[in-house]
C-alpha cells in the first residue's frame, strides 16, 4: 500500500478523532444541559423522601442553597437589576444588596420551584451567541403549561442564570422598575432596610 | 342517525384539512429533548428571509427573535415603561382588588376547591376557554395570522367534538393547535396602537388604555355576554372566575411575596407581558 493509500484510508479516523476533539469542550457543558442538571437537581431534592420531613428541613435547605449557589451569577444579577443606579450605591452597599437580593431571589426562585414540585419540567432548546445564552423551559401543570426561560452568562466556572423570565415577565426587569422607584423617592438606606426585612423572612 | 354520519364526515373533512395544513407530525411533547417542535413551523417559512427562517425553525407559530436581547447588555436595560397618571385611582383600586381577592375570591374558591375534584374543575376551565374562541380567533384575523386562525378553528372543532362540548383538551397533546392565545388587544397593539397609560379597574384588574378597548371587544366576541338575562351571564362569569381561581390559588399570595412593592411589580409584570404577547 502506497503512504497516499495509508492516509486516505485512516482519514475517517482522523476526521473522526478531529471531531471529537472539537465537540467534546461542548459535551456537558451547554447552556441547556447547565439549567437542566441544576433544575433535575433541585427537584430531585425536594421529591427526595428522606428530605419531605420536617425535621430535614435544614438539610434540604442546605442542599438547594448549594445548587441555587452554583447555578446563579448573583453579582451580576445585581448590578443588572439596579442597572444604572448600581453606582449611586457605595461599595458597602453593593455589597450588602448583593447578598441580601441573591438570598431574597433564591427565596423566590426556590418557591416557585416548590409550587411546581409534582410537575413536569421540559427542557426545550437554547440559542447561544458568543457568551450569552437563552434557554426555554416549560413547566406542564394539570391546568396549564408555564414557560420559564432563563438568560446565561458563560463564566469561567460555566454557565450562569443572571435572569429568569417567567411567563414572559423579566424578574431582574420587574425588580429593576421596582428598586427604581424607591431609589428615587426613599434612597439607597430605605432600599437596603426593606430588603433586610423580606430576606430575614426566610434567610439562610 | 344519518345526521350524525354526516356531521361526522364532515367535520373528519375538516379535521384532516387541518392536519394535511400543517402536515407536521402530531409530535407529542417529548420530555428532556432539546429538539421538541423541529417539525413543526416550517411551512410558512418560504418566504421569510434566510435568516430568519434559520431562526424560526425551531417552534411553531414563534414570530419573536428573543435572540436580540443576547446581542448586547445594554439593550436589557432599556425596561418597558409605562405613564401612569392614574396613579392614585389605580393604587386604589389595586388595594381594592387585593381585598375583593383576600376576603371573597379566595374563600369562595377554597370552599369550592374542597368540594369539586380537580378533574372538574379542569374541565370547567377548558369549557370556558373553548367557548371564548372567538376572541382569540378575531385576535388572530385582525393581524391577519391565517395560519393561526385555522389552528384557532382547528382547535376549536377539535376539543368541542372530541373533547365534548370542550371539557376535554385533546387538543392539547398537538402543538401546531395551540398557537399563541392572540385577542383585540394585542392586535391593536400590532397595529402600533400604543399602550396609552396604564389603568387597574376594579375586579377586571390591572390594563391600560389601549387593553381597555381590547377588553370592551372581547366583551362582545364572548359568548357568554349575550346570554339572557344579564344576572345570568354575570352568574356565569363569577362562576367561571371562582372556578379558575380555585387552580390558581397561592400565585397571588406567592407574587405579594416576591414583590418589594408590589402596586409597581404587577403594574411592570402586566406591561412585559402584554408586550411580549404583541410582539408574538
Known amino acids: 500500500m502506497t503512504k497516499r493509500g495509508m492516509v486516505l484510508q485512516r482519514l475517517p479516523i482522523i476526521f473522526a478523532f478531529i471531531s471529537f476533539i472539537l465537540v467534546s469542550p461542548a459535551l456537558g457543558s451547554t447552556a441547556l444541559e447547565a439549567v437542566e442538571t441544576n433544575v433535575s437537581a433541585v427537584l430531585d431534592v425536594l421529591r427526595d423522601p428522606a428530605l419531605k420531613d420536617d425535621s430535614a428541613k435544614e438539610a434540604k435547605e442546605k442542599k438547594l442553597w448549594s445548587i441555587a449557589d452554583t447555578m446563579f451569577d448573583y453579582p451580576g444579577l445585581s448590578k443588572r437589576t439596579l442597572g444604572k443606579n448600581w453606582e449611586t450605591l457605595n461599595s458597602k452597599q453593593q455589597e450588602e444588596f448583593t447578598d441580601l437580593f441573591s438570598t431574597h431571589l433564591g427565596n423566590v426562585y426556590l418557591d416557585r420551584i416548590l ?39 458563560l463564566k469561567d466556572s460555566g454557565w450562569k442564570v443572571y435572569d429568569v423570565v417567567i ?24 432600599l437596603l432596610e426593606t430588603l433586610r426585612e423580606k430576606a430575614g423572612d426566610k434567610g439562610r | 342517525m344519518r ?45 421569510l428571509p434566510v435568516l430568519e427562517r434559520e431562526l424560526q425553525a425551531g417552534l411553531p407559530f ?28 389605580n393604587k386604589a383600586m389595586f388595594h381594592f382588588n387585593d381585598k375583593l381577592y383576600f376576603w371573597l375570591l379566595k374563600p369562595v374558591a377554597t370552599g369550592y376547591k374542597a368540594i369539586v375534584p380537580e378533574t372538574a374543575r379542569i374541565g370547567v376551565k377548558n369549557f370556558f376557554h373553548n ?50 392565545e392572540e385577542d383585540p388587544g394585542q392586535a391593536f397593539g400590532r397595529w402600533g396602537i400604543g399602550n396609552g397609560f396604564y ?33 345570568d351571564s354575570f352568574a356565569i362569569t363569577g362562576a367561571r372566575v371562582v372556578n379558575n381561581s380555585s387552580l390558581t390559588l397561592g400565585d397571588y399570595e406567592a407574587f405579594k411575596k416576591a414583590a418589594i412593592d408590589p402596586y409597581a411589580s404587577m403594574r411592570n409584570g402586566y406591561v412585559q407581558e402584554r408586550k411580549k404577547k404583541v410582539e408574538q
Open chain 1, 115 to 153: 409550587a411546581y414540585s409534582n410537575e413536569k419540567v421540559v427542557f426545550d432548546k437554547e440559542k447561544t451567541k458568543e457568551d450569552r445564552a437563552l434557554v426555554n423551559t416549560r413547566v406542564l401543570g394539570p391546568s396549564k403549561e408555564i414557560p420559564v426561560d432563563y438568560r446565561m452568562v
Open chain 1, 167 to 190: 411567563e414572559g415577565v423579566s424578574l431582574v426587569e420587574n425588580y429593576r422598575s421596582q428598586f427604581k422607584e424607591i431609589l428615587r423617592d426613599k434612597g439607597p438606606e430605605y
Open chain 2, 3 to 47: 345526521y350524525f354520519f354526516l356531521v361526522f364526515a364532515v367535520l373528519a373533512a375538516f379535521l384532516l384539512g387541518c392536519a394535511y395544513k400543517h402536515s407536521g407530525p402530531p409530535s407529542l411533547v417529548v420530555p428532556d429533548a432539546a429538539v421538541t417542535g423541529n417539525a413543526q413551523g416550517k411551512d410558512r417559512s418560504e418566504s
Open chain 2, 62 to 89: 414563534d414570530g419573536v427573535d428573543e435572540f436580540d436581547d443576547l446581542d448586547e447588555p445594554e439593550a436589557e436595560e432599556e425596561e418597558v415603561r409605562i405613564s401612569d397618571p392614574l396613579v392614585y385611582w
Open chain 2, 131 to 180: 367557548i371564548a374562541f372567538p376572541i382569540r380567533f378575531t385576535g388572530c384575523l385582525l393581524q391577519a395570522k391565517g395560519r393561526e386562525a385555522t389552528a384557532e378553528a382547528c382547535r376549536f372543532m377539535f376539543n368541542s367534538f372530541f373533547g365534548v362540548g370542550g371539557f376535554g383538551n385533546p387538543a392539547k397533546n398537538y402543538p401546531h393547535l395551540n398557537p399563541p
Open chain 2, 199 to 231: 389603568i387597574v379597574w376594579p375586579v377586571l384588574g390591572p390594563s391600560t388604555l389601549r387593553d381597555s378597548a381590547g377588553l370592551a371587544a372581547n366583551h362582545f366576541l364572548n359568548p357568554v355576554s349575550y346570554v339572557e338575562p344579564a344576572r
